[in-house]
């Protein structure tokens, strides 16, 4: 979801593009429930996830905190770096020269867009890449996260850059030919062409984008592909296959995701969950990632996201017709039709996403929660969830403020979803046996409908 969403920002601001950035040895570990969340007629759901969250040790504790806490002001800072050089563009009168040299260039309006994007690309990508070498490099080691070397970290951001200029230059050579043809409702289209833009992204990422950064292999092992597809039959998905991607490459993240659509969706885990989790783990995972898919989760982020971005253009329409009065002699730029003005686009729209930004995590957390309902209900392991919930606390804060989850949170925190796990178990204490090491494929559990209300 991150991954796609940064890539969104890529085609619509045209100045984030900052992708992230196969060994089948499946090890035989075996779950260990804490004696509080064991099954038993005085069993506390909240006695039970207070157990579960205990397992981790302070000190491990207090560095996922902290660096999920640093990731708050990440945000803040990422926006007034790019404020910073969109001023410069401006003031510098810089965008207003790349815009000339465009124009010396070629007399058609279509390959100026598409050529001013190009230095404008490669400007923006070169001041954030200070920034970008700490972010997502030097920090990402200090908190043990990252397994990449330099030189694989710098040929993912290159890729990156690459994948940046092909995608933005497209969508900004079209979104002003329909600025230039559309006069005054140029914002509605203007949003609708970028939800369309953001379709054909989610389309694509999966066959062409993801295998730049990944190796993507079938699963072949029958222990753990036997019951996944089972459970994926069991729930109405056509799966033949399910995917593991080498992430252990980048990181030691444990992962898993659904992308595409319209034919090209697949189930995806990546090689440190399947190093790192026990059977139940992988299996209430998957259940989460099916629950995406039969809830139709991308098909609802489309609609969402077409009403969220026809709201950020009604602003930029707005905002970018008071900016230009006041300062758009000075910046030399003729108005919102001239590409001159994408800088400036692109600040009042990062000002809208960032302001926003608690809508657009609820709005994703949300769908989040109801995959983990959904895991429930279809994998029915409980005591697996909270254990990748914890592993998720590698890079996650555990037990945030109900605030903090609010504003911040894309997926649920630890707490909140080893609390729905814990619930669950309590509420289906007569279909789960006592505590076995075995997995227990969901073909052999029957089956219990998913829930209805989404
Ligand atoms: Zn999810």
Redesign the pocket.
């Known amino acids: 979801m991150t991954a796609r969403l940064r890539l969104v920002l890529a085609l619509i601001l045209a100045v984030f593009a900052f992708l992230p950035a196969r060994a089948q040895t499946h090890s035989r570990l075996t779950l260990q429930t804490p004696a509080a969340a064991r099954p038993g007629p005085n069993f506390d759901v909240k006695a039970a996830t207070d157990a579960w969250l205990a397992i981790i040790p302070p000190d491990k504790k207090a560095r996922s905190d902290a660096y999920f806490e640093g990731g708050y002001w990440f945000q803040l800072w990422d926006f007034l770096i790019l404020a910073a050089i969109v001023v410069f563009l401006l003031q510098g009168r810089v965008s207003a020269r790349i815009r000339d040299w465009a124009e010396r260039l070629t007399s058609n309006q279509n390959l100026q867009s598409l050529l001013y994007f190009v230095p404008f690309y490669l400007l923006v990508f070169g001041l954030q890449f200070p920034m970008s070498i700490y972010e997502g490099y030097v920090r990402e080691h200090h908190y043990g996260l990252s397994t990449q070397n330099f030189a694989g970290w710098f040929r993912d951001q290159a890729v990156g850059l690459a994948v940046g200029l092909i995608l933005g230059a497209i969508a900004i050579t079209i979104l002003f030919a329909i600025v230039r043809h559309l006069g005054a409702n140029w914002w509605v289209w203007g949003a609708l062409a970028s939800v369309v833009l953001l379709m054909f992204t989610a389309l694509i990422a999966p066959v062409y984008i993801a295998p730049l950064f990944n190796t993507y292999t079938k699963l072949t092992d029958p222990k753990i592909k036997d019951p996944i597809l089972s459970m994926a039959r069991a729930n109405g998905i056509p799966a033949t296959d399910v995917y593991e991607v080498d992430e252990s490459r980048q990181s030691n993240r444990v992962s898993a995701n659904v992308s595409g659509f319209w034919g090209t969706e697949r189930i995806s885990l990546n090689d440190n969950l399947l190093k790192r989790c026990t059977p139940e783990e992988i299996i209430t995972t998957m259940g ?2 099916m629950g ?1 898919y039969v809830l139709n989760h991308i098909y609802k982020d489309i609609f969402f996201y077409a009403l969220f971005f026809l709201a950020g253009f009604a602003f930029l329409n707005w905002s970018l017709h008071w900016s230009l009065a006041r300062w758009g002699e000075r910046w030399q730029i003729r108005g919102v039709t001239d590409v001159a003005v994408l800088p400036l686009a692109a600040l009042l729209l990062a000002l809208f996403f960032f302001v926003t930004t608690p809508i657009g995590n609820t709005w994703t957390r949300t769908q ?1 929660y109801e ?1 983990d309902i959904f895991g429930l209900n279809a994998g029915r392991q409980p005591d697996g969830e909270a254990a990748v919930d914890l592993k998720l606390g590698d890079y996650r804060k555990l037990d945030p403020s109900p605030l903090e989850e609010f504003i911040f949170f894309d997926h649920p925190s630890g707490r909140t979803r080893i609390t729905a796990a814990m619930r669950w178990k309590k509420e289906n204490m007569n279909i789960l046996d006592e505590p076995s090491a075995e997995p227990k494929p969901p073909s052999m559990l029957g089956n219990s409908p998913p829930l209805e209300s989404h």
């Open positions: 989460h990632e995406h989040e995959a």
